[in-house]
């Protein structure tokens, strides 16, 4: 999986850094998005993946998308298809999607709480976690029981354990040492 990320950086932060400066992040990422879902369709990965020739898979790949992508994306396309990476389309997706946040500087939170947490606690999470952050914050909330009570909120490397469980596991440590 390291080595599809390592190969999808450079394409990622090239079409990245032309959408910027054309001022088209969000129809990059909508021209992006859909050419990732066709290079996953299982025919066309088949296909892409059965050797073919790079004006075929080219071709093919340019038919199949049509104009849902523009002359610049075609070309990015192009390029891609003359290097046999097309197959890398998601993760050139996926690391396109990680410099759009950083550059709109919002970050991605996931909440986990042991009831489904309210719109007013959403909106009382997100202004406190912005403020912390100094971001804009997009929170995804889960549902998990075995936590109890409480939250457990992640955000890129950083973990807040507010839930029951999380204490209880650290009360159980400490009388253990």
């Not at 080595?3 to 999808?8: C, D, F, H, R, V």
């Not at 001022?23 to 073919?52: C, K, P, R």
């Amino acid at each position: 999986m390291s080595e599809l990320t390592t190969i999808a950086r450079p394409y990622a932060k090239a079409a990245f850094d032309f959408a910027v400066e054309k001022n088209a992040i969000e129809s990059w990422f909508t021209q992006l998005t859909f050419a990732a879902q066709v290079s996953q369709d299982e025919t066309i990965h088949t296909y892409l993946s059965g050797g073919v020739s790079v004006e075929q898979a080219i071709s093919l790949f340019l038919n199949v998308c049509g104009e849902q992508v523009n002359s610049e994306c075609q070309n990015f396309l192009k390029v891609m298809a003359e290097s046999h990476r097309l197959l890398v389309l998601p993760q050139v997706l996926v690391q396109f999607c990680e410099l759009k946040a950083e550059y709109e500087q919002i970050i991605n939170v996931n909440v986990t709480s042991a009831v489904e947490v309210t719109t007013e606690q959403e909106a009382k999470i997100s202004t406190a976690l912005e403020k912390r952050l100094a971001r804009k914050v997009k929170l995804n909330c889960n549902v998990d029981a075995s936590i109890i009570s409480g939250l457990i909120i992640k955000a890129d490397d950083m973990v807040i354990d507010g839930s029951i469980q999380g204490k209880l596991n650290r009360l159980a440590q400490t009388l253990q040492s």
